[in-house]
């Protein structure tokens, strides 16, 4: 039986409860996702590995693995939707700000940042299928 995830310290609400409800049924999707936490927060894993967990900062958004080189022409092309902080500088990480994010998008983000932490032999069979 699955162990239920920690309860949540920073709860999200409103319409920034809807859009990670949103996005954690587009990343389930996706093989050995599974709901979490991260510092309290709502997350999306992989294995047990981070792939996108809700930011409590002010700063708030979704942060999600990227290459740096992808997240360089993102933040270039759609400032006010993806950017990061201080804390994400070195990290090969994004932050979304999903309440002007184009959901179209939001499927190819999710495969990119699932194929940097999903294990090979899961990514090898999702892509035999």
């Known amino acids: 039986m699955a162990k239920a ?12 409860k809807k859009a990670f409800e949103r996005t954690l049924a587009l990343a389930l999707q996706l093989p050995g996702v599974e709901e979490s936490r ?7 894993k992989v294995n047990g590995k981070l792939l996108a ?4 900062e002010a700063e708030g958004g979704l942060a999600i693995h990227c ?20 804390h994400y500088a070195d990290y090969p990480m994004v932050l979304i700000n999903l309440s002007k994010l184009r959901w179209e998008a939001m499927p190819g983000l999710l495969e990119q940042a699932w194929r940097m932490v999903a294990p090979r032999s899961l990514i090898k069979s999702y892509d035999a299928e």
């Open 38 to 44: 991260s510092y309290g927060t709502p997350a999306i």
């Open 5 to 16: 995830p920690a309860p949540l310290k920073h709860p999200p609400r409103g319409k920034l």
């Open 53 to 56: 967990r809700l930011r409590s």
């Open 67 to 86: 290459e740096m080189l992808d997240r360089e022409m993102l933040m270039a092309a759609d400032p006010e939707v993806f950017y990061i902080t201080d």
